[in-house]
């Protein structure tokens, strides 16, 4: 129901919007004698309409973070041109990045209706510090990493004492004053006044020239909602611009001279009062392990019942000690600082009170700030708009025949494996290439690319990697192939007689002689402890051997682990045994005993852990154990550069299964001595009914304490909400 009435109201939306730059054209509301600035608001509407942009909120389930934690979240993607959740994007990056600027964990989650949920197992070792959550979907990576959502996590260190939680999004921390109107060196002053329904624009004019023409441009999110133009024919001027021209949330006007130039920019802050009101049956206190089963109440911004979507995580206040100002919330992301270059130090105090008052006075006075504007129309108009990068195929390449001439119109088949094995087909053009788009996949999958003809060979091209980088750049260094050996093999000549350069994947580094060749997805040898054949000469059992000598390893019902065990009475689902990967196959140590293999059959086992096993994705969350046998396959071929008769194959990870956050019941906690969770709750999937009401239930740990309720959540006409509710456990 929420799917279809958010469907709904965004096609609604986006019928009017086309509508707004022809209104302009043809009504006297404005009346350009240069084309310069409406032919590029006009290049800019085409540009938003095929790249939508977008912002996002993150929502996670506690404060900040310790190694061997999993940060578990929930993301809201916003469609600026609509404000409503993005029905453009189904894939979100996710990664967490380290103070040195190195990848520390990333996944792919899935994005339905503009939400999506996940979760970053962090490594137990893991230096404590100021560390980066970015997120961004393609729509946003065809702008830049500029684009992107980022946030500071903090990680305590196993030493560390309570610290206090304080956080950035998209930009650095700064103090902020009120700078008054804003001056800018072509003689003009502009500044904002909110009013009950309307804002008013107060424009001063202090330069010399003659009577000219002004226009006044109005944006939120970068798009445009309100424009006028004006005769200048005194040195002030004042105009109010209605509020229902805009949404809740940060406006920015620029006032342009005849000549299409910016002279002044201004922020200020629209509100409607646009709110969910999001309510819990909480009390003040409770008994330790005892079960709650809380109700909660929706109401949209009229005050009726209304189906939304909600997240809800309950923790150790004591053990994440907060000030609430300090929080990035839905509130303070969406509304505020997705919109500023720079963050306020505290981003949240100014929406405390919602959904009653707004703080808009604050609000106000922080927006005066000449360096807060992410987006500024005398950069963007002046020196160009910004060019989306277009996005790759997810593989190409090229078949060639036995007599080196291209196949052309001939079958190429993308072969996917795993549990779901499904079968893509295409046909090369008239020069033998060939693409293929993303498919839909969960996990670290294997595929094959073939062509069916005899004789055929096939070459990749691009190969793009599931990931992408901190820049938003795929993860596996690129080169270009240009006129050499293999583009001249390949015949890669366009009809001009040019090379056509196609990208093509190498996976650099430092092979060690100790191992020549292996499945290890990083490079053979490129692991954190590398044990050789000789190593293993006196082993009976390779379990033994490992837990014995390599730092970390724990074994449990004869499984090994590379993080923490499974422990009576956890919350949380620990990680999983580490992955097996032999010989290329993937196996798994709940079906597969690893001391079944024989110790001197073994040519090598390469151990990762943590970063080191990203690229498995979620199969290797655990940690992965890349083990090649004496009398194994050469693996040294079967890179994503390798070329065979016909057929090539090469692996990738796609979106992150979907996992609950384990929440243990009443009956296996009861008198249980080791219940000393500091988070009790996560749950980013619950759905209030149509009468606004949504249920469910949690037990307190075992000892005393202060404890704290948070929901946020959103509708289907993008109207957001907050709760918090703090309580006592004796």
């Given at each position: 129901?929420?799917?279809?009435?958010?469907?709904?109201?965004?096609?609604?939306?986006?019928?009017?919007?086309?509508?707004?730059?022809?209104?302009?054209?043809?009504?006297?509301?404005?009346?350009?004698?240069?084309?310069?600035?409406?032919?590029?608001?006009?290049?800019?509407?085409?540009?938003?309409?095929?790249?939508?942009?977008?912002?996002?909120?993150?929502?996670?389930?506690?404060?900040?973070?310790?190694?061997?934690?999993?940060?578990?979240?929930?993301?809201?993607?916003?469609?600026?041109?609509?404000?409503?959740?993005?029905?453009?994007?189904?894939?979100?990056?996710?990664?967490?990045?380290?103070?040195?600027?190195?990848?520390?964990?990333?996944?792919?989650?899935?994005?339905?209706?503009?939400?999506?949920?996940?979760?970053?197992?962090?490594?137990?070792?893991?230096?404590?510090?100021?560390?980066?959550?970015?997120?961004?979907?393609?729509?946003?990576?065809?702008?830049?990493?500029?684009?992107?959502?980022?946030?500071?996590?903090?990680?305590?260190?196993?030493?560390?004492?309570?610290?206090?939680?304080?956080?950035?999004?998209?930009?650095?921390?700064?103090?902020?004053?009120?700078?008054?109107?804003?001056?800018?060196?072509?003689?003009?002053?502009?500044?904002?006044?909110?009013?009950?329904?309307?804002?008013?624009?107060?424009?001063?004019?202090?330069?010399?020239?003659?009577?000219?023409?002004?226009?006044?441009?109005?944006?939120?999110?970068?798009?445009?909602?309100?424009?006028?133009?004006?005769?200048?024919?005194?040195?002030?001027?004042?105009?109010?611009?209605?509020?229902?021209?805009?949404?809740?949330?940060?406006?920015?006007?620029?006032?342009?001279?005849?000549?299409?130039?910016?002279?002044?920019?201004?922020?200020?802050?629209?509100?409607?009062?646009?709110?969910?009101?999001?309510?819990?049956?909480?009390?003040?206190?409770?008994?330790?392990?005892?079960?709650?089963?809380?109700?909660?109440?929706?109401?949209?911004?009229?005050?009726?019942?209304?189906?939304?979507?909600?997240?809800?995580?309950?923790?150790?206040?004591?053990?994440?000690?907060?000030?609430?100002?300090?929080?990035?919330?839905?509130?303070?992301?969406?509304?505020?600082?997705?919109?500023?270059?720079?963050?306020?130090?505290?981003?949240?105090?100014?929406?405390?009170?919602?959904?009653?008052?707004?703080?808009?006075?604050?609000?106000?006075?922080?927006?005066?700030?000449?360096?807060?504007?992410?987006?500024?129309?005398?950069?963007?108009?002046?020196?160009?708009?910004?060019?989306?990068?277009?996005?790759?195929?997810?593989?190409?390449?090229r078949v060639l025949l036995g007599n080196g001439k291209p196949m052309i119109a001939g079958e190429v088949v993308l072969v996917q494996d795993g549990q779901e094995k499904r079968v893509y087909t295409t046909k090369t053009d008239s020069v033998g290439r060939f693409a293929f788009g993303e498919p839909e996949f969960y996990g670290t999958v294997n595929f094959l690319v073939s062509s069916p003809v005899n004789g055929a060979k096939v070459f990749l091209g691009t190969l793009k990697?599931?990931?992408?980088?901190?820049?938003?750049?795929?993860?596996?260094?690129?080169?270009?192939?240009?006129?050499?050996?293999?583009?001249?093999?390949?015949?890669?000549?366009?009809?001009?007689?040019?090379?056509?350069?196609?990208?093509?994947?190498?996976?650099?580094?430092?092979?060690?002689?100790?191992?020549?060749?292996?499945?290890?997805?990083?490079?053979?040898?490129?692991?954190?402890?590398?044990?050789?054949?000789?190593?293993?000469?006196?082993?009976?059992?390779?379990?033994?051997?490992?837990?014995?000598?390599?730092?970390?390893?724990?074994?449990?019902?004869?499984?090994?682990?590379?993080?923490?065990?499974?422990?009576?009475?956890?919350?949380?689902?620990?990680?999983?045994?580490?992955?097996?990967?032999?010989?290329?196959?993937?196996?798994?140590?709940?079906?597969?005993?690893?001391?079944?293999?024989?110790?001197?059959?073994?040519?090598?086992?390469?151990?990762?852990?943590?970063?080191?096993?990203?690229?498995?994705?979620?199969?290797?969350?655990?940690?992965?154990?890349?083990?090649?046998?004496?009398?194994?396959?050469?693996?040294?071929?079967?890179?994503?550069?390798?070329?065979?008769?016909?057929?090539?194959?090469?692996?990738?990870?796609?979106?992150?299964?979907?996992?609950?956050?384990?929440?243990?019941?009443?009956?296996?906690?009861?008198?249980?001595?080791?219940?000393?969770?500091?988070?009790?709750?996560?749950?980013?999937?619950?759905?209030?009914?149509?009468?606004?009401?949504?249920?469910?239930?949690?037990?307190?740990?075992?000892?005393?304490?202060?404890?704290?309720?948070?929901?946020?959540?959103?509708?289907?006409?993008?109207?957001?909400?907050?709760?918090?509710?703090?309580?006592?456990?004796?």
């Amino acid at each position: 129901m929420m799917k279809l009435r958010l469907a709904l109201k965004y096609n609604q939306l986006m019928l009017t919007l086309p509508l707004f730059f022809s209104l302009l054209m043809m009504s006297g509301t404005v009346a350009f004698g240069q084309g310069n600035l409406v032919s590029k608001l006009k290049d800019l509407k085409a540009m938003i309409a095929a790249h939508p942009l977008e912002k996002i909120h993150m929502q996670t389930n506690q404060p900040f973070y310790s190694a061997g934690d999993t940060l578990w979240f929930k993301s809201y993607v916003i469609e600026s041109s609509s404000n409503l959740p993005s029905p453009a994007s189904k894939t979100l990056n996710v990664m967490l990045v380290g103070p040195s600027g190195a990848l520390v964990q990333q996944v792919k989650t899935k994005v339905q209706v503009g939400l999506s949920s996940g979760y970053l197992p962090l490594p137990t070792i893991l230096d404590a510090g100021a560390y980066t959550l970015q997120a961004f979907t393609g729509g946003m990576n065809e702008y830049g990493a500029a684009h992107h959502f980022r946030r500071t996590i903090l990680v305590k260190g196993a030493t560390d004492k309570a610290i206090k939680h304080k956080v950035a999004s998209s930009g650095s921390t700064v103090r902020f004053g009120n700078n008054g109107a804003e001056r800018s060196a072509k003689g003009y002053e502009l500044e904002t006044v909110s009013l009950e329904d309307s804002i008013q624009l107060k424009i001063r004019y202090t330069g010399t020239a003659s009577a000219g023409t002004i226009t006044i441009l109005a944006a939120q999110d970068g798009v445009t909602r309100y424009i006028k133009r004006l005769p200048r024919v005194a040195t002030n001027i004042q105009l109010h611009v209605p509020k229902s021209s805009f949404y809740t949330g940060v406006v920015q006007f620029t006032v342009f001279d005849e000549h299409d130039i910016a002279v002044a920019e201004q922020l200020t802050f629209c509100n409607h009062q646009a709110f969910l009101n999001i309510t819990a049956d909480v009390k003040d206190r409770y008994k330790t392990q005892e079960p709650l089963n809380v109700k909660l109440n929706v109401r949209n911004a009229a005050g009726l019942a209304d189906v939304s979507s909600l997240a809800v995580s309950v923790y150790n206040v004591d053990a994440f000690p907060t000030d609430e100002g300090d929080e990035s919330t839905i509130f303070s992301e969406l509304l505020l600082t997705s919109d500023l270059s720079d963050v306020p130090e505290q981003p949240n105090e100014y929406f405390l009170d919602l959904p009653g008052k707004l703080s808009e006075d604050k609000l106000q006075e922080l927006l005066k700030g000449k360096r807060l504007k992410r987006f500024s129309w005398m950069d963007k108009l002046s020196r160009g708009l910004p060019q989306p990068v277009l996005d790759e195929p997810w593989i190409s390449g090229r078949v060639l025949l036995g007599n080196g001439k291209p196949m052309i119109a001939g079958e190429v088949v993308l072969v996917q494996d795993g549990q779901e094995k499904r079968v893509y087909t295409t046909k090369t053009d008239s020069v033998g290439r060939f693409a293929f788009g993303e498919p839909e996949f969960y996990g670290t999958v294997n595929f094959l690319v073939s062509s069916p003809v005899n004789g055929a060979k096939v070459f990749l091209g691009t190969l793009k990697n599931s990931f992408l980088d901190a820049q938003g750049q795929a993860s596996f260094p690129r080169s270009k192939v240009s006129e050499g050996a293999i583009g001249e093999q390949a015949g890669l000549k366009s009809n001009d007689g040019k090379a056509i350069e196609l990208q093509q994947v190498q996976v650099k580094g430092n092979k060690t002689n100790a191992v020549t060749s292996s499945a290890n997805l990083n490079g053979p040898g490129k692991a954190d402890v590398v044990i050789l054949a000789k190593d293993l000469q006196a082993t009976h059992d390779i379990s033994t051997y490992l837990i014995n000598r390599v730092n970390g390893l724990k074994i449990y019902q004869g499984k090994v682990y590379s993080r923490e065990i499974p422990e009576e009475g956890q919350m949380l689902s620990p990680p999983p045994p580490m992955l097996l990967v032999v010989d290329g196959t993937m196996l798994n140590q709940e079906s597969y005993n690893i001391d079944d293999i024989n110790p001197n059959d073994v040519q090598s086992i390469e151990v990762l852990k943590g970063a080191s096993a990203a690229l498995y994705g979620i199969n290797g969350m655990g940690g992965v154990l890349v083990i090649t046998m004496k009398r194994g396959r050469d693996h040294s071929s079967s890179s994503p550069n390798g070329m065979s008769d016909g057929i090539l194959s090469f692996s990738r990870t796609g979106f992150q299964p979907p996992q609950q956050c384990q929440v243990k019941q009443a009956e296996q906690l009861r008198g249980s001595i080791q219940d000393k969770r500091t988070v009790l709750y996560w749950n980013p999937n619950i759905v209030s009914s149509a009468e606004g009401e949504a249920v469910f239930e949690y037990v307190n740990p075992g000892y005393a304490g202060k404890f704290r309720l948070v929901v946020e959540g959103i509708n289907g006409d993008g109207q957001i909400g907050r709760a918090v509710y703090d309580y006592e456990v004796n």
